[in-house]
């Protein structure tokens, strides 16, 4: 395997996670209204916050839909099985929406732990900030496509996509806080 290889390999990994990728920047753009906690709380604490909203989850998550329909198009106008691999319209929609929604579930997921662990809405939680969509959104389509993870279609997740993938989210997580604190979407850059 040479160095270009490699590189198509990890740019493929992140061409086909772009669906995971943006909710969460999206639903941002989107939130306000009804927390999809309701505002309970459960032992005292907070369910997830008023930072995760309904209106957050459905127009983050569809962002993410409409990106992955766009990108499967593009891939088909070029060549059917160049980057979304041997799946019919319908698995690749169902992928799409397991990323997309996947991706907003693992925030709220990583929301619910940080309110166990006391942390409080906007403080920095290393690691988990960064990666809590990145699982959610691997362990739903694993769970409903995972022969798209882990073989006929993909081929599985190369490990070289994988920590490109790693690696990318760290600086597109920062990058993107970054604007959001600028505009004034965010409170905090993190």
């Keep these: 395997m040479d160095a270009l290889d490699v590189l198509a390999i990890m740019l493929v990994g992140l061409w086909v996670f772009l669906p995971a990728m943006l909710p969460n920047s999206a639903a941002v753009i989107f939130g306000g209204g009804t927390p999809v906690d309701f505002g309970k709380s459960w032992k005292g604490k907070r369910i997830l ?38 799946m019919d319209l319908w698995t690749g929609i169902g992928v799409i929406f397991c990323l997309s929604f996947g ?3 693992g925030d709220m997921i990583g929301s619910f732990i940080k309110r166990r662990l006391n942390i409080e ?39 070289m996509a994988l920590i490109f993938l ?10 993107m806080n970054i604007i959001g604190y600028k505009t004034g979407l965010k409170d905090v850059p993190w």
Excluded: C
């Excluded at 930072?51 to 060549?79: C, E, Q, Y």
């Excluded at 939680?125 to 496509?145: H, K, N, S, V």
């Excluded at 790693?166 to 920062?174: D, G, S, W």
């Design 121 to 159: 809405r906007g403080k920095k939680a290393p690691i988990l900030d960064q990666y809590d969509f990145l699982i959610g959104a691997f362990l739903l389509t694993a769970l409903f496509y995972p022969h798209w993870i882990y073989g006929t279609y993909m081929e599985g997740w190369h490990l």
């Design 49 to 86: 916050g008023d930072g995760k909203t309904w209106r957050g989850f459905i127009g983050g998550g569809l962002s993410g839909v409409a990106l992955g329909l766009l990108l499967i198009g593009i891939s088909f106008i070029f060549d059917r099985n160049w980057l979304w691999g041997y």
């Design 166 to 175: 790693l690696i990318m989210t760290l600086l597109l997580h920062r990058i």
């Design 103 to 105: 991706s907003l579930i």
